[in-house]
């Protein structure tokens, strides 16, 4: 079965800064995708980035970019230039090929600081 | 409404009793999926509906639980004799069809406490 591992309950970051969450999952699949989503308290989730399991070019998206490693199974977010808004629970979540159900990760909640 | 619209956002509820959550899907949506967050927890899938196709059911954690989708939009989610491992946020998603990829768009979620 497959399965996302996120090994870092908090995090935190001073305003301006960097900062990386870490995501690690297992599949015997070779096509897939990989996502990042940031839930704020509105509990709302939204889409942050993803990543094709087939492009070897991490995504990015502004000031948000991954370090994608097929071979390690490791998909890691990092956040550049951090922002108060950027306060949020942050998911991993892997999605089959062939299939529409996301499987997700139990979440890293980021603080940041000014 | 522009977006994935869920009701009740709150509700609390005494243990044994039936419960009917409310999703309505972005306009057009072809795919609806519920998931359950449960405190601490990442979101779990329980059920996922893709036009006429039989839903899949795979997730669904016991028999208390059935979901519906009426005339391909509107979907309720209903847990029968509550227990209070029930207690959680339910989150509604949709997405659109189509053969690129198309992203899930999630409502702000109903929170159910079981008392």
């Known amino acids: 079965a497959q399965t996302v591992t996120q090994s870092q309950p908090e995090m935190s970051v001073q305003e301006a800064e960097t900062v990386t969450l870490s995501c690690t999952y297992d599949?015997?699949?070779?096509?897939?995708?990989l996502f990042w989503y940031k839930q704020p308290p509105s509990r709302q989730m939204i889409l942050v980035i993803r990543?094709?399991?087939?492009?070897?070019q991490n995504a990015t998206e502004n000031r948000f970019s991954v370090n994608f490693q097929k071979a390690a199974k490791s998909f890691s977010l990092k956040i550049s230039d951090s922002q108060l808004g950027d306060a949020a629970m942050y998911f991993c979540?892997?999605?089959?090929?062939?299939?529409?159900?996301?499987?997700f990760g139990t979440g890293t909640r980021l603080q940041v600081f000014p | 409404g522009a977006g994935v619209s869920q009701s009740p956002s709150n509700k609390v509820t005494e243990k044994g009793k039936d419960v009917e959550l409310r999703c309505d899907p972005i306009s057009g949506h072809t795919a609806l999926y519920w998931y359950r967050q449960s405190l601490g927890q990442g979101l779990e899938f329980l059920i996922y509906?893709?036009?006429?196709?039989?839903?899949?059911k795979s997730g669904l954690p016991s028999d208390r639980f059935s979901a519906e989708r009426t005339g391909g939009s509107v979907s309720t989610l209903t847990i029968q004799r509550t227990q209070q491992e029930d207690s959680a946020v339910y989150l509604c998603?949709?997405?659109?069809?189509?053969?690129?990829?198309?992203?899930?768009?999630f409502g702000d979620g109903t929170r159910l406490s079981i008392l």
């Open positions: 599949t015997s699949e070779s096509d897939y995708y």
């Open positions: 998603a949709s997405s659109g069809a189509g053969r690129v990829f198309q992203p899930q768009h």
């Open positions: 509906f893709q036009g006429n196709s039989a839903p899949d």
């Open positions: 979540a892997y999605r089959p090929y062939n299939t529409d159900k996301l499987i």
């Open positions: 990543q094709e399991a087939y492009k070897q």
